[in-house]
């Protein structure tokens, strides 16, 4: 209990110290988001049982695959920092589990929970005593089964057939949540399935409502996942490097071919790349693929498309993941090893995207005209933006020989990680859309325009990263040395504006993506395929004369709120007063 309660007096110590600037914004919005969701799940406990049962599962599956997505969780505490004081496995990862239960996403989760004694309340005395230890139960097992699937992956990216397997399953699980309602329909599920009751989420509301054995099953999950996560930490104990045994020599006649043949060997022989690899290829592959079950082939070709995106969106701190290795390159003066690096890139991608593409619109016969359109300007775009988002927003990363026994910890900073994809994901994705719609308006010119879109967003944004690098890479190197950014003549408004402009800017940058992907532009190509009446997608539902008018305005809309987050935190010189 001693060490247990020292632990968690480290994480609030450090806790105390760590959230400032930038990272106690990303805090403070991921607190308000997760308050957000846990008044929600609140308000279920007094609709309808079922519904919360649901919203507990949902739970369950983001503590699951929230950290696996997000560079591994919070390792604020990590294993190796306790190596040299000899503690059993099974102390060890009890203090690490106290520990783990200081921060903001357990207290928000702890927040939710209140469902089950909202329950128990409504229900009797008896059911409100039981929800108490419910709670603190179910609240371990969501901890608990994070830091165990986290363990997991982190075994298994430690060999290459590992990595690409957990790639794999992760990409499959991830697009058969987005692509939920396909299951849904499928198997001609109205409601909510019986299932979730029987989920280990589900466990403390059946204890709740008066299943007692459901109380003694979480404790004893509990106990048992306890001894997996103390057995699994008993084997990070650094991590494995593949053989370079049979590997053939790298030769090169020029500069960027040698770039790009290092780039090519890493991704070879990265595991983190492996996996990120993989499970982008998988993720494209089962989200397109998921309709079938419904006899619908129509999203089949998108997978290429996909494929790119979220490759592009797991590239987008190419730089951080580095590390410092950006010092053999800015040792020789005036060279830069971007285009290298977009040659690498489009090399390891693009073979995948065109045969996903060629054979999947092959197979259901179409659009061409569209899918080559879309492909030719995201495989551009995305070469171009992966070293420039890289440059100008690189988040520190950990040094490949110096990451810990948890491989999926590539930073330190997982909010600037996960802001840093979604933002890669919302640029590719703007790259295709002039592409899309000439393509979608008069056929075989949108192919063209794809061809021209890609070629000059490969060239002027690599022009743009090459400058970028050349003027600030020693700049760029303290930033991944220290992890401290410099200061700079020209700063972002964010902190001189009120508390309102601030949740306004949030809310932007936050939900600007909804009405401007799904609602506007993948809205505009159901429309034009003539898939109507389509899930969520409002114009597919309006008068055919409103159709386009709708996802315009969506795409608008969506538009007008990225543009209000720039404008609220526009750059300004220092100088300048507050009030300017």
């Known amino acids: 209990m001693a060490v247990a309660l020292t632990m968690a007096q480290m994480k609030v110590a450090v806790l105390r110290h760590a959230f400032h600037g930038r990272r106690a914004q990303t805090a403070g919005t991921g607190a308000a988001l997760g308050a957000l ?35 591994g969780g919070d390792e604020t505490l990590r294993p190796e920092y306790f190596s040299l004081l000899g503690l059993p496995p ?94 849904f329909v499928a198997f001609g599920q109205t409601g909510v399935p019986a299932a979730v009751w029987y989920l280990p989420s589900g466990w403390g509301l059946l204890a709740v409502q008066g299943d007692w054995w459901a109380l003694a099953a979480l404790a004893v999950l509990v106990v048992l996942l306890l001894g997996a996560w103390a057995a699994l930490l008993g084997r990070r104990a650094g991590a494995t490097r593949p053989s370079a045994r049979g590997r053939r020599p790298m030769t090169a006649a020029t500069a960027n071919g040698a770039i790009v043949a290092k780039e090519l060997r890493t991704w070879s022989r990265d595991l983190v790349r492996n996996h990120q690899l993989t499970f982008a290829l998988s993720y494209g592959v089962c989200f397109a693929a998921s309709p079938l079950i419904l006899d619908w082939d129509g999203m089949l070709p998108y997978a290429g498309p996909i494929f ?135 056929g075989w010119a949108g192919v063209a325009v794809g061809v021209l879109t890609g070629v000059l967003c490969y060239w002027g944004f690599g022009l743009l990263a090459e400058r970028r690098l050349c003027s600030h890479g020693p700049e760029l190197l303290d930033v991944m040395r220290t992890g401290r950014k410099p200061e700079t003549t020209v700063k972002f408004r964010l902190d001189q504006l009120s508390k309102t402009q601030k949740s306004i800017v949030w809310w932007c940058f936050g939900f600007g993506a909804i009405p401007l992907v799904p609602q506007g532009i993948i809205a505009t190509v159901f429309v034009a395929n003539d898939m109507l009446r389509h899930s969520w997608f409002l114009a597919t539902y309006m008068p055919p004369g409103l159709r386009y008018p709708v996802a315009a305005a969506f795409i608008l809309l969506g538009l007008a709120m990225y543009g209000t987050g720039l404008w609220f935190v526009r750059p300004r010189p220092s100088g300048e007063g507050a009030a300017a």
């Open 308 to 442: 790119v995106v979220m490759a592009a969106a797991m590239a987008s701190n190419v730089y951080g993941t580095d590390g410092t290795a950006l010092w053999l390159t800015l040792m020789t003066p005036g060279v830069s090893d971007v285009r290298g690096r977009q040659l690498a890139w489009l090399s390891a991608q693009a073979p995948v995207a065109i045969v996903l593409t060629v054979v999947f619109t092959a197979i259901t016969g179409g659009p061409w005209p569209l899918m080559l359109a879309l492909l030719s300007a995201l495989l551009g775009g995305a070469a171009g933006l992966v070293p420039l988002i890289s440059v100008f927003a690189l988040v520190p990363g950990t040094d490949p020989h110096r990451r810990a026994g948890n491989p999926l910890r590539t930073s330190e900073d997982d909010g600037g990680l996960t802001g840093l994809a979604y933002l890669m994901l919302v640029l590719v994705i703007v790259t295709g859309v002039p592409a899309a719609f000439v393509a979608v308006r008069y």
């Open 37 to 71: 969701f846990a008044a929600g799940t609140i308000y279920l406990a007094f609709v309808d049982p079922d519904l919360l049962a649901a919203g507990y599962a949902v739970w369950l599956l983001g503590w699951m695959l929230g950290p696996v997505f997000m560079g």
């Open 90 to 183: 099974r102390r060890l990862a009890a203090g690490l589990l106290v520990a783990a239960f200081v921060g903001v996403a357990p207290l928000v989760s702890l927040t939710a929970l209140l469902g089950l004694l909202v329950v128990g309340v409504r229900l009797g005395v008896a059911n409100a005593v039981v929800a108490v230890p419910a709670m603190a139960l179910q609240l371990a097992v969501f901890v608990l089964l994070s830091k165990v699937s986290v363990a997991v992956i982190g075994l298994a990216l430690r060999s290459r057939l590992g990595a690409i397997a957990s790639g794999v399953l992760n990409g499959a699980i991830l697009a058969a949540l987005g692509q939920i309602w396909v299951f």
